[in-house]
T-cell receptor, first 112, second 109 residues
């Protein structure tokens, strides 16, 4: 039982490049989430998917897109990376939107 | 907009001391409040979840309380150990989970 897995663990991009962060969970959870964590800002919700086939914006969605590929997988795409998107990105999943959430190990992204 | 504040931002205590971490939130219309632990370079691990109808939850040496009317929660850690050193985050659940900035705890042997 791997829980929530994220790939890659580390990534360096140049401004304007694009990339997709992958997330998968094996706990049969309905809800999945993408957060970013910045020093002094705590975690902020980027996008979430309450159930397969639905996605909604969180607090800081600008510059990102998401895809809920199936119940297990939820990807986050940066179309044109900017230095302001340098952060640690966490994926999480939960049974319901009001239930506890289980977090992946994170992706540390640097945009030069 | 929900805002969550944690005080202090950092705390250093000697091993064996009992300690309290504080969390306050501005909107009392919440489903639950959760406390998480984050080790350096790692993801978050859920410690305790208190439903909005509950007053407290306990797990081992940890006890979390919730006072919705005053918008406050505390995490009490008894007999602290060096292995408790980590960042502790609280988060409140409304339409989405809103996190505080965390308290970085160092327990010295």
């Amino acid at each position: 039982n791997a829980g929530v897995t994220q790939t890659p663990k580390f990534q360096v991009l140049k401004t304007g490049q694009s990339m997709t962060l992958q997330c998968a969970q094996d706990m049969n959870h309905n809800s999945m989430y993408w957060y970013r964590q910045d020093p002094g800002m705590g975690l902020r919700l980027i996008y979430y998917s309450a159930s397969e086939g639905t996605t909604d914006k969180g607090e800081v969605p600008n510059g990102y897109n998401v895809s809920r590929l199936n119940k297990r997988e939820f990807s986050l795409r940066l179309e044109s990376a900017a230095p302001s998107q340098t952060s640690v990105y966490f994926c999480a999943s939960g049974t319901f939107s009001t239930d506890t959430q289980y977090f992946g190990p994170g992706t540390r992204l640097t945009v030069l | 907009k929900q805002e969550v504040t944690q005080i202090p931002a950092a705390l250093s205590v000697p091993e064996g001391e009992n300690l309290v971490l504080n969390c306050s939130f501005t909107d009392s219309a919440i489903y639950n409040l959760q406390w998480f632990r984050q080790d350096p370079g790692k993801g978050l691990t859920s410690l305790l979840l208190i439903q909005s109808s509950q007053r407290e939850q306990t797990s081992g040496r940890l006890n979390a309380s919730l006072d919705k009317s005053s918008g406050r929660s505390t995490l009490y850690i008894a007999a602290s150990q060096p292995g408790d050193s980590a960042t502790y985050l609280c988060a409140v659940s409304g339409n989405m989970l809103t996190f505080g900035g965390g308290t970085r705890l160092m327990v010295k042997p």
